[in-house]
């Protein structure tokens, strides 16, 4: 997985790290990882409350809703394992979920 997600930063896709949802249920980029012209580029929601990503009331007129750093590679690549444990813990939970069902199906025939 560590591969194709690299292979996808290669050639200037976008990772989603996380959503949030905001006030209308709709998930909302809150991390946001990319390479871009040979740096680590992370972009984050810097405003909890704005109204353009439905969080808030903040018209976010003084600032951008939206911050974004240079990361070292290091941090950038921390980020990709989190990422992929978490991906890889929600699938686990997934099948023990389809099993359990599956289980409590047969168990009750």
Known sequence: ????????LQTGEEITL???PN?????????VLAFEGGQ???????????????LGTCQCHSHDPYGENIIPR???????KNYIAGQEK????????IAWLEQAISETS
């Open 74 to 80: 290091k941090e950038a690549m921390k980020l990709l």
């Open 40 to 54: 680590w580029r992370l972009s984050y929601i810097n405003c909890h409350s704005s109204q353009m990503l439905g």
């Open 1 to 8: 997985m560590l591969k194709n997600l690299l292979s996808k």
């Open 90 to 97: 929600d699938e686990q939970n997934r099948l023990q979920e």
């Open 18 to 20: 996380s959503y949030i």
């Open 23 to 31: 006030q209308y249920g709709e998930d909302v980029r809150n991390e």
